[in-house]
């Protein structure tokens, strides 16, 4: 039986209740982006929590009387913040003293030096990978939103967690559902794993007209509101190459047991195909309060703030293939899930930086996917790779991506 897997549903973990979190203790949550989306909806779920949990300490990176008005509220005993302006934007608005820490290390130190039993990774981006890594070195549960960090160093995290017994519980919709799935059967016996897709609002698009995407167009969600970076990697599918490889990482999956299929009512979250032939899948109204609070509460469900779902009223449910033509990022996934090392790191920052030529115009859309591809192509590949050089791919990709502009 694979041991390598921190996840390990229930029975594997020989603990029927609490993994991590005792149900007779008090349940101290840090929040790592507590201003942006997944950040709001989990103060939103723990509001709504009984009064054995609390927020032990909120980090954001921008919007600095935002942080402070959560803080108000929900008064942790200390707030962490980017830059040394936005705590003095922080320190005007709060009513009361918590510790601030401020500057790049600014969330790293929270972590190490806040007491808690949950810390939830939701700074989007690679920004967030050195706190995320500090948590599971602290042995914490770390409720997962920020895919980037295991994308980019899956290949030290999971064996991190593995020795210090850190529980990584996936935030992200699909992987939640993934990790609720594989309850249903053992491990051993998965034969594959469904990321679902919406498709995004290009998904009825001829492959010559998505050219021409502007944007704005970029921009319109059909199904989920999320910030933007997300938004437009949904409309590349970058998004599914990031979630193939956060998946293979996460369930310890080879690339060619994940498939990605389009579901564009975007109510099965992924699924999950035993050896039997058996697929497992879970159903909800596109939601993030509903993983945010599993991933708190795991193995408990309590009553959630996420609408119901009406399966008569959704009526049908529909499934079909990415076309590759359309969404080259799901070539590049399962091809940094197959080669892993320093790929994960080229992947995710050759895609930031290209996404951010695009809003600000520099580049076109299609770009988004050629920039990153070539980006992976011409890097220095390691194998086993170290966090330093990591975090070298990364910054050399980003170097990468921008020259490629002017050539
Ligand atoms: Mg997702």
């Known amino acids: 039986m694979p041991t390598n897997l921190s996840y390990a549903p229930v029975d594997f973990l020989n603990v029927p209740d609490g ?54 509220r929900f008064r942790p005993a200390a707030v962490a913040i980017a830059c040394d302006e936005l705590a003095a934007e922080a320190r005007r608005t709060l009513q009361y003293g918590p510790k601030i820490f401020a500057g790049p290390e600014a969330l790293t130190r929270l972590v190490d030096e806040v007491e808690a039993d949950c810390v939830v990774c939701a700074v989007v981006g690679v920004c967030g990978l050195l706190a995320t890594l500090r948590a599971v070195e602290l042995g914490r549960r770390v409720a997962l939103a920020n895919k980037e960090a295991m994308v ?6 999971m064996p991190l967690a593995r020795r210090t017994g850190a529980t990584i519980i996936p935030v992200d919709s699909e992987h939640s559902a993934i990790f609720q799935a594989l309850q249903a059967g053992r491990r051993e016996d998965v034969h594959k794993v469904f990321l679902t897709a919406s498709g995004g609002p290009f998904r009825t698009w001829s492959v010559e007209a998505m050219e021409e995407v ?56 992924s699924m999950v195909e035993f ?15 509903t ?42 996934g399962h091809e940094v899930a197959r080669r892993g090392g320093t790929c994960g790191a080229v992947l995710n920052a050759a ?27 011409e890097h220095d590949f390691v194998e086993s790779p170290t966090l330093d050089e990591l975090l070298n791919a990364d910054r050399m990709a980003r170097q990468k991506v921008t020259r490629c502009t002017t050539c």
Request: charge should be neutral; include cysteine; hydrophobic fraction near 40%.
């Open 351 to 377: 895609n930031e930086a290209a996404v951010e030529l695009f809003r600000a115009g520099a580049i076109a859309y299609r770009d988004i996917a050629r920039f990153t591809e070539r980006a992976l192509r």
């Open 291 to 332: 993983p945010i609070q599993y991933a708190l509460t795991y193995p408990r469900r309590r009553p959630c703030p996420s609408p119901r779902l009406d399966l008569c009223q959704t009526g049908q449910l529909t499934f079909h293939a990415p076309d590759p033509g359309q969404f080259p990022a799901i070539r590049l």
């Open 214 to 269: 502007t944007l704005k167009e970029a921009l319109r969600h059909p199904t989920w509101n999320m910030g933007p970076k997300i938004t437009i990697d949904s409309a590349t599918m970058m998004n599914k190459a990031l979630e193939i490889v956060e998946a293979r990482w996460l369930f310890d999956l080879r690339s060619d047991q994940i498939d990605v299929v389009i579901h564009p009512e975007s109510i099965v979250h």
């Open 19 to 72: 993994a991590g979190i005792r149900d007779s203790m008090s349940k101290r949550v840090i929040i790592l982006g507590s201003t942006g989306s997944i950040g709001r909806n989990t103060l939103d779920v723990l509001a709504r929590l009984d009064d054995e949990w609390e927020v032990a300490g909120l980090a954001a990176g921008s919007r600095g009387q935002e942080l402070a008005e959560q803080a108000n």
């Open 275 to 289: 050896n039997d032939g058996s697929i497992v899948a879970q159903l909800g109204a596109p939601d993030m309060r």
């Open 152 to 157: 980019v160093a899956g290949s030290l995290m």
